[in-house]
T-cell receptor, first 111, second 116 residues
């Protein structure tokens, strides 16, 4: 059984549009991470979210990105004005027992 | 920040042979080293991990070794099977806020192909 689910599984958008990716935990968790993986490349850290605030962010996580926990359970990653180079798989990961478990991912395609 | 290097980028072995993937890291503060297996189009799945207080860990056909002095760690797969074919990523991390786990720094991955 998956640790988390992510929606949508695939998102196609036009350059300059805003997208919101969602991470839905199976049960209540405090600590989540967002990563992205450009096709054929390594997994890159974006941001970690602990106890309803950003814990750490990478140099990739610039002003066009934001994270929220809008309803106390789901976690969202928003990209305000998408660029072609934002096309990638976006994974959220949850923390459990000193380990990180990845969700199934959202494939974002920016045209 | 941490820099994780992984070799080789591709590895082909015959079914039944062993496969070894090696990684090095730069930050001596890193204390957690997981390995993830990623099949095509799927999520990275944690297959084994090791912490800096041990030098070796084994789980059936998979083992991981850690040399803190040299800052390198390796994944060993014995008796390989075609279903072991995938991309394998090593990673390194440190402690995060609230005694949780910090960000993972990934290597570039190794495409393992096991020929029947």
């Amino acid at each position: 059984e998956p640790e988390v689910t992510q929606t949508p599984s695939h998102q196609v958008t036009q350059m300059g549009q805003e997208v919101i990716l969602r991470c839905v935990p199976i049960s209540n968790h405090l600590y989540f991470y967002w990563y992205r993986q450009i096709l054929g490349q390594k997994v890159e850290f974006l941001v970690s979210f602990y106890n309803n605030e950003i814990s750490e962010k990478s140099e990739i996580f610039d002003d066009q990105f934001s994270v929220e926990r809008p309803d106390g359970s789901n976690f969202t990653l928003k990209i305000r004005s998408t660029k072609l180079e934002d096309s990638a798989m976006y994974f959220c990961a949850r923390y459990r027992n000193n380990e990180q478990f990845f969700g199934p991912g959202t494939r974002l395609t920016v045209l | 920040g941490e820099n994780v290097e992984q070799h080789p980028s591709t590895l082909s072995v015959q079914e039944g042979d062993s496969a070894v993937i090696k990684c090095t890291y730069s930050d001596s503060a890193s204390n957690y080293f997981p390995w993830y297996k990623q099949e095509l189009g799927k999520r990275p799945q944690l297959i084994i991990d090791i912490r800096s207080n041990v030098g070796e860990k084994k789980d059936q056909r998979i083992a991981v070794t850690l040399n803190k002095t040299a800052k390198h760690f390796s994944l060993h797969i014995t008796e390989t099977q075609p279903e072991d074919s995938a991309v394998y990523f090593c990673a390194a991390s440190n402690r995060g806020r609230g005694s949780t786990l910090g960000r993972l720094y990934f290597g570039r991955g190794t495409q393992l192909t096991v020929w029947p």
